[in-house]
């Protein structure tokens, strides 16, 4: 850096770049004091000499501030750590969040508005003022991690998974889809539930069931279908009686002559919140509730478990 003995005419000082620009010295010594700003020259005097190139740079930063940009952020594309395209690109999608969130807060704000305000809708404003559909998907990423912790899981059915799970809720969600939402993360938060995927995980991932035991399984699901077919309420004489043959067979096929444990298992592995957990995700994209769930939530229902309906 050179000391300069007499100003060029290209120099400025300070005070004429803060003219020139619009910004306050004080703001200049900042962000010359951050790096963002570094003077050209000094004055024999010490003063910080700056020229054109600088009154380019300064509404470089106030444009990217202006847009919601770091100091950080700004100083690395700066330095050309990042280019100005990526730097833009990261703030572009944190913006885009933002708006969705506030966009979601006044949807339901806008529904306590013309449906009377009550605690119910509150906890709707609640709910979309607290999470993001990024930190809902986290919500969803922890618990899967928990699924599949010491499970040599496939990294690619657990992202599948993840991302099945995690559908982002529209801009204006209907209360509908706010409130599948809120039932879904309760779901998500009860370790009874955490249990059930663990054991239909470790089915999966832990060690291949013997074909005895899957073609039990498949004949016990084939039965509660017709039974379904045939109108019969999974609380009634007839579902208990085929529970009861259900968890015979699985026991003899497993070689595990401990019924009680078996049906114990069951009732684990078909908790009915496993279907209402899909219902739940339909809403939420505003699709049909998937059928291929409703023998799992019927044999649950029969067998009594956790999340069975009384």
């Not at 380019?56 to 690395?76: C, F, H, N, P, Y």
């Not at 990526?86 to 806008?110: K, N, P």
């Not at 409130?179 to 995980?201: F, G, H, K, Q, T």
């Amino acid at each position: 850096m050179t000391v300069m003995d007499r100003k060029r005419p290209d120099r400025l000082t300070i005070g004429e770049l803060s003219k020139r620009t619009g910004v306050s010295v004080k703001r200049l010594r900042f962000y010359s004091d951050e790096g963002l700003l570094p003077p050209a020259a000094r004055s024999r005097s010490g003063y910080r000499l700056y020229n054109e190139a600088h009154v380019v740079r300064i509404e470089l930063v106030r444009t990217l501030r202006d847009a919601g940009m770091s100091l950080e952020d700004i100083a690395r594309v700066l330095r050309r750590d990042v280019t100005l395209e990526q730097a833009l690109a990261v703030r572009l999608a944190a913006v885009e969040a933002h708006i969705t969130g506030l966009q979601h807060v006044a949807s339901a704000i806008r529904m306590a508005i013309r449906s009377g305000a009550t605690e119910e809708h509150l906890r709707r404003i609640m709910m979309v003022t607290r999470t993001t559909n990024e930190e809902r998907r986290n919500v969803v990423r922890r618990f899967y991690e928990k699924v599949v912790d010491g499970l040599p899981a496939d990294p690619q059915w657990v992202d599948g998974m993840i991302e099945a799970s995690t559908p982002p809720l529209p801009a204006s969600p209907t209360p509908a889809q706010l409130d599948a939402w809120v039932e879904a993360e309760r779901i998500l938060a009860d370790p009874s539930y955490l249990a059930c995927r663990r054991m239909n995980a470790a089915d999966v991932w832990g060690g291949k069931p013997t074909e005895a035991f899957l073609d039990a399984q498949y004949a016990a699901l084939a039965a509660v279908k017709q039974a379904r077919e045939c109108g019969i309420a999974s609380t009634s004489a007839e579902a208990s009686a085929l529970v009861d043959r259900v968890v015979s067979d699985l026991a003899k096929a497993a070689g595990d002559p401990d019924v009680g444990a078996m049906r114990a298992r069951l009732r684990v592995k078909y908790d009915p919140r496993g279907a209402r957990f899909w219902e739940l995700v339909a809403i939420i994209r505003d699709d049909s509730p998937p059928q291929r769930f409703d023998e799992w939530r019927w044999l649950g229902e029969a067998l009594g478990g956790v999340g069975a309906t009384a």
